[in-house]
Nanobody, 115 residues
Framework: QVQLVESGGGLVQPGGSLRLSCVYSPRSANLNNVGWYRQVPGNKREEVALLLSGGSTTYAGYVNGQFRISRDIQKNTITLQMNTLKPEDSATHYC?????????WGQGTQVTVAS
């Protein structure tokens, strides 16, 4: 069973940055695609960024170069660097991983962008 544990959320002012981390276990988990989603109450969970098994990345249309997803296999960590944050980026952010047959989610970390 794959487990995903997020950290790094919090309160930040508009224009600020946050770095979200997701540690996965076991280290030997055969993950294909990994990524980050976000959700606000009453809305659907939406994709933020994906890192595909071949190494390519995809980002939501609103990202506009503000965010960067990466993976450190040695540290079994998936990271989302978020820059130039806006109030509309406030949401619970979820780590995502796909193995051959199953989709896995973390418990979520809250990001709040406010003055």
């Amino acid at each position: 069973q794959v487990q995903l544990v997020e950290s790094g959320g919090g309160l930040v002012q508009p224009g600020g940055s946050l770095r979200l981390s997701c540690v996965y276990s076991p280290r030997s988990a055969n993950l294909n695609n990994v990524g980050w989603y976000r959700q606000v109450p009453g809305n659907k969970r939406e994709e933020v960024a994906l890192l595909l098994s071949g190494g390519s990345t995809t980002y939501a249309g609103y990202v506009n170069g503000q965010f960067r997803i990466s993976r450190d296999i040695q540290k079994n960590t998936i990271t989302l660097q978020m820059n130039t944050l806006k109030p509309e980026d406030s949401a619970t952010h979820y780590c995502y991983a796909r193995t051959h047959f199953t989709t896995h989610w973390g418990q979520g970390t809250q990001v709040t962008v406010a003055s």
